[in-house]
């Protein structure tokens, strides 16, 4: 007996973009597709959550190609008024790194490796411009982070993140030792985020060895220095299932890099056995080739993993922000969704992080009673006992 559904029905919009989420359609994908237009009637619905899902420009594009009937001039005109917006952005976030490299990181002789939003789109995608880019990811290590960040703010970037961040010396380095990811603003509002490291646990990946296995591939006229292909595509698998593939274009990314002349199946896959992420890239496989037909999907025929993950990404993309934010909590550990993802070591890690967490001191700390460096310590004495009164307090709130 198959098991029992994870999801509700799709509606046909959902089902189109599900399919739509890839550079190019099969025959058998595109008669798939021409048949759920002809059931569309809300087309401006398809153009907002196309939009929401970070798709557009290649929904668009496809629908063109598609030659889809039921969408009047104006719905057209309107559609690619919204792609043209994204396009503009896109090539605003791409300047927007050029800059930081050009006027801080190279300057510096900082070794940086850039990953996800303008490099992927620029070195995987036959036009960056179909995808959307939210900010700029920038691996750094932790010894050059402060020197960084204050460089910055001296050359008009803006901290945001974590809150309350301001353009002290102190406080930007106390940030960096707490927070393995700060965010700035450029001097024109492009959002930057500068990670010292790349996933949680700080157990799969050093970022020493990923800086120096950094590759320099041209981005329009300029070096960037780049994750391997293999690299990227195993870190890709392993990020979008932390965050339960909620966003269709990190489907899309799976099918660009795959698409793409560098990739190598059996290089990703022996990445994946080297980072002990090989489960992860099999479900992950396993969700975009479920995925290429619009369903309905035998379930029976989905491994379990594979059914966690299809489950997840539905329920995501039926549900919208609240639905993602709920799927957050029930995460194992900051860097897996699923407890199958991980082994008894990085399960056990998982469970002292959590401990930890209501141990370990936050910029929010230095931002409410800000410490010369010799005192810092102090912090780790107060906030458990701040955290406790915090918490009988809001319980003593509650109606």
Request: aromatic letters at 8%.
């Amino acid at each position: 007996m198959s098991p029992p559904r994870l999801h509700p029905p799709l509606d046909p919009v959902l089902q189109l973009l599900l399919l739509l989420a890839r550079l190019e359609l099969d025959d058998a994908q595109s008669q798939a597709a021409r048949a759920l237009c002809q059931r569309i009637t809300d087309w401006a619905r398809v153009t907002h959550e196309a939009r929401q899902r970070f798709i557009l420009p290649v929904v668009y594009r496809h629908l063109r190609l598609l030659e889809a009937e039921g969408l009047s001039q104006d719905q057209w005109r309107d559609m690619k008024r919204d792609c043209l917006a994204v396009i503009q952005h896109n090539l605003f976030m791409s300047a927007a790194q050029r800059q930081l490299r050009d006027e801080l990181l190279v300057p510096l002789g900082i070794p940086h490796l850039f990953f996800k939003g303008p490099s992927l789109a620029a070195r995987y995608y036959d036009d960056p411009g179909l995808r959307f880019c939210r900010d700029i990811d920038v691996l750094v290590s932790p010894e050059q982070l402060v020197g960084l960040l204050q460089a910055a703010v001296d050359r008009g970037y803006t901290p945001y993140m974590p809150k309350g961040l301001g353009r002290d010396p102190g406080g930007l380095a106390f940030a960096a030792n707490v927070h393995r990811v700060v965010s700035l603003l450029s001097p024109q509002g492009a959002p930057i985020e500068i990670h010292q490291q790349i996933d949680g646990s700080r157990m799969l990946y050093a970022t020493g060895a990923l800086l120096d296995d950094a590759e320099q591939h041209t981005l329009d006229g300029t070096p960037m220095a780049v994750m391997p292909t293999a690299e990227l595509f195993v870190y890709a698998c392993l990020h979008h299932t932390r965050h339960h593939w909620s966003h269709l274009h990190w489907l899309m990314d799976i099918d660009a890099i795959q698409r793409h002349a560098s990739f190598d199946p059996e290089a990703v896959k022996a990445c994946a056995m080297r980072r002990r992420l090989g489960t992860t890239l099999e479900a992950s496989l396993e969700l975009y080739r479920v995925l290429s037909t619009p369903g309905p999907w035998d379930e029976a025929t989905i491994s379990r993993n594979g059914r966690d993950l299809l489950g997840a990404c539905l329920t995501a993309l039926q549900g919208g922000w609240e639905e993602e934010m709920a799927l957050r909590k029930t995460r194992m550990s900051k860097d897996f969704a699923f407890a199958w993802q991980a082994s008894r070591r990085h399960r056990l890690h998982g469970r002292m992080q959590g401990i930890l967490k209501f141990l370990l001191p936050t910029y929010a700390d230095y931002h409410r009673w800000p410490l010369p460096r010799r005192w810092q310590w102090v912090y780790r004495l107060s906030r458990p006992i701040r955290k406790t009164y915090s918490r009988i307090t809001t319980g003593r709130r509650r109606p």
